[in-house]
């Protein structure tokens, strides 16, 4: 009899994707297991659906489910893995990335440029909001946040004219056909890993951690480690105004990284290349090129850590 595996994501409709897009791939290596996925509910889950916002910090209900053997694995969006992992767990897998770009989603398909003066745009998030008002500063940035389902209505309804999500979320719910406009890197650059997603097991669990590394990214999860080590260098927190992406050319990483200032009027950018082997080291090597540019504006900050 198949050995059933519980796959724990969060309990919205967007993770629950993301969870049986894991569980198809895995099923192309190993048919010698059953898959079930078990929502689990986040402080955020709650959040959103008593506040109907959300919160930068994803708390630790998965990982906990996963350390008290309620589940097998967790599936996470790698924006939202955790950089300070227990112990007794470990990210097995970085699978394919997806777009990691940012998508527009608006009333009358306007593109960002042909919205009107003012217009309202949802976002809760401060990397998109500061790119957006460096992009235009007349926009209006309203965080209401929630799913797409609910933003959409807020469009219908006439209390927005637009919002932005990650591209990669619409794509695998299929709602592609909704988007605008993806939003090039010049005006929006993503967060680190976004379009990817991870797998965690408990580090004892030899077993879990053979099969996911079936489905694992070593390319992926290189671009991953440089952005993310930028980013932990700068702060500690996760809602900041950074954006940045790593490219393969000719077998290098390639990472380009923006810092704005709260209101978006300010802002540099730093570009680096490294080796494949050694994506801490670019992520360090930016990010210290970023805080040997940026003006005082950006840096005095409460997100900001000063080394």
Not at 62 to 89: F, G, K, T
Not at 105 to 125: C, F, H, Y
Not at 237 to 253: A, D, E, H, Y
Not at 280 to 296: C, H, P, W
Request: proline content about 4%.
């Amino acid at each position: 009899m198949k050995k059933t595996v519980l796959v724990g994501t969060r309990v919205d409709t967007r993770s629950k994707v993301e969870g049986q897009w894991i569980i198809n791939q895995l099923q192309a290596y190993a048919d010698d297991y059953r898959y079930q996925i078990v929502g689990v509910e986040t402080k955020v889950d709650v959040h959103e659906r008593e506040e109907g916002g959300g919160g930068g910090n994803y708390g630790n209900e998965l990982e906990r489910a996963l350390q008290n053997e309620e589940i097998d694995i967790v599936i996470h969006n790698m924006v939202n893995v955790p950089y300070e992992l227990p112990e007794e767990v470990v990210v097995a897998a970085i699978s394919g990335r997806s777009d990691p770009s940012d998508a527009l989603i608006s009333r009358d398909n306007l593109t960002l440029s042909e919205l009107p003066k003012g217009a309202k745009v949802d976002t809760g998030n401060m990397r998109r909001k500061c790119q957006l008002l460096k992009f235009r500063p007349d926009f209006d940035i309203v965080p209401y946040r929630g799913g797409v389902n609910t933003r959409l209505g807020r469009i219908r309804n006439g209390e927005i004219d637009a919002f932005v999500t990650a591209a990669a979320s619409l794509e695998r719910l299929g709602m592609e056909d909704k988007i605008t406009e993806y939003l090039p890197y010049s005006v929006c650059m993503p967060a680190p890993g976004q379009g990817a997603v991870a797998a965690l097991a408990r580090a004892r669990d030899s077993k879990m951690i053979q099969l996911l590394r079936k489905i694992h990214n070593p390319m992926v999860a290189s671009a991953v480690h440089a952005e993310r080590t930028l980013l932990r260098y700068l702060t500690d927190k996760s809602n900041v105004p950074i954006g940045v992406l790593v490219r393969f050319k000719q077998k290098r990483l390639h990472l380009e990284a923006v810092v704005l200032s709260l209101d978006g009027q300010e802002f540099v950018r730093a570009y680096g290349t490294g080796y494949y082997s050694f994506p801490g080291e670019l992520g360090t090597q930016v990010a210290k090129d970023i805080v040997a540019k940026a003006s005082s504006k950006i840096l005095d900050n409460s997100w900001y850590v000063r080394r």
